[in-house]
Each structure stands twice: as C-alpha cells, then as structure tokens.
C-alpha cells in the first residue's frame, strides 16, 4: 500500500579521502608554523637567560655559550621536522594539492555532466507528460490520502488510525469513480470496493485481480484507462502519490493532528504550488479517537 522512503545521500568515497587527507595535510603544515614560532621564541628565551639572567654563565663548551649549543641542537630538530613534511611525505607537497585539486575538479564535471544528461532525458520526456496530461484534460485528477501531522500514511502495508467519519467522506468523494492504486494499496483491501472502478498499478507479470479491476503497468496508463472520468482519484500508496503530485489538479487531505509511527510518508505539500481552498475541522470525539481536519488544496 505505501511506497519507500527516500535515501539519504551520502558523500563519495573518493572525495571523503581526499578531504581527510587535506585535513592531514593541514595539521602537518600547522605543526611545522607552531613549531617554528616555539623555536624562535625558546631561541631568544635562551639567549636572555644566558646574557641577562646568567643562566649558565659558567658553561662555555669549547669558549661558546651553551644556549648556541642548545639553539642548534633545536635547529637541527626544526629543519628535521620540516624535511618530514616537505620530503619524507612530498606527495602531500603544491603538486600533489594540484593534483587532488585536479581530481576533485574531474569529479564535478562528472557529475554535471550526469546531470546534464538527465535534464536532457526529462526534456525528452516532458512530451509524454504532456500526453500524459493532455489525455487527462477533461478530467480533475484528485489525489485523496489521510495524513498525520508529519505527513505519516501508514506503517506495515496498513493505516494507522480509524476514524469513521474520514471513510465516510472517502466513499463519498470517490463514489462512481475511478480510484488508481499501487499493487499493495490493492491488496490491503479485503475486497474491491463497491461502486468504483479499480485501476491497479503493478510491475508483475500475470498479476492475478477480480473481475472488473484494471491492472496497468504504470501511472501514464493508469491515467488513460481513467480519461473518460471527469474526476479520477489517486489513493496510494506512498510512491504513486510521489509520482501522481506533478499530475493532480487537487488534493483532498484530511489532516490527523497527531505524530504516529510510521514507515510511509506523504510528500510535503509545496504551498507555492498549492493552495488551501478549503479547511473543515473535526474535533475528537467517542467516535474518534483523534482530532483532524478537512483540507482541499488546488494548484495556483
């Protein structure tokens, strides 16, 4: 009855090693300045405490004050320090930055261009929408769901409230209708509704349904077998209402105020495309055990 939830994205791979091993290269670089700023600042230390504090007055290997001793053991483990970054680990020196820069700028082009030959693929196939919707110019094509505040639908293939007079107004509205549904919406059903006619969306072959239901493969088809109903009405689930909202004309929601667990969701409802035209509320009661609301929305 319900669809997938999307995917979250997630970062590539390659491009998360490469910003790793930036960030390393990074507290090399920051290492190698602190410790030059310390080796300055102890240098001075040295030679301050030597000559005005006399420090270690009295040692002089050789004739030379120690702190030139202690200056150049210090340099020797400075230009150590800086050897390791610059050579010992010369790939992470300006031409490997180059290079890493070069790959990263690959990878972008790659992936605009992908994005390129998708819009292209949509421009080819914004004619078959416009079929698509042209069949259906005489009709309203209405979506009808029950969500709750977070646009939850359902949870396990079923709903997840009862309110009586929300199937009321279902039967009402969608009485002499076509109603078009996934494969699992269909079957959640213990039998076909009456009255209406049933247009089943479905990927497998030989799908077995009643006398009278219409199986299609896909939602272009649902939407031509229903042409000649002034008012067809869309019912789930969850990915057939993701592909139906770029066709409705209008949505009849009734809006459950309440958060449920849910693995199925409804699509967020863009109020610059939509707009509320229409809003009945519906308190709880012994009957009903939440509290909703009536919403019809058209396209602007």
Known sequence: MFGKKKETPQIDKEQLELIKTAQKRIKQKRSLYIHFVFFLIGSLAFIIANLVFNVGATVSPLGINWFVYAILAWSILFIYHAFNVYFTHKFLGEAWEKEQLNKLVALQKERIAKLEQQVEKDMLLAPEKKRLVTNSKNSEITIIVAAGENDEIGKDNQLIWHLSDDLKRFKELTNGHHIIM?????????????NRIHVVISRQANYQVPTGVIVVNNLQDAFDVAKSDKQPFVIGGGEIYTQAMAFADK??????????????????????????????????????????????????
Do not use: C, M, Q
């Open 251 to 300: 949505i009849e929601l009734t809006r459950v105020h309440e958060n449920f667990d849910a693995d199925t969701f409804f699509p967020k409802i863009d109020p610059t495309i939509w707009k509320e035209v229409n809003k009945t509320n519906h308190p709880k009661d012994e009957k009903h055990l939440h509290a909703f609301s009536f919403l019809t929305y058209v396209k602007h």
């Open 182 to 194: 996934g494969r699992k919406t269909f079957e959640s059903f213990p039998k076909p509704l009456p």
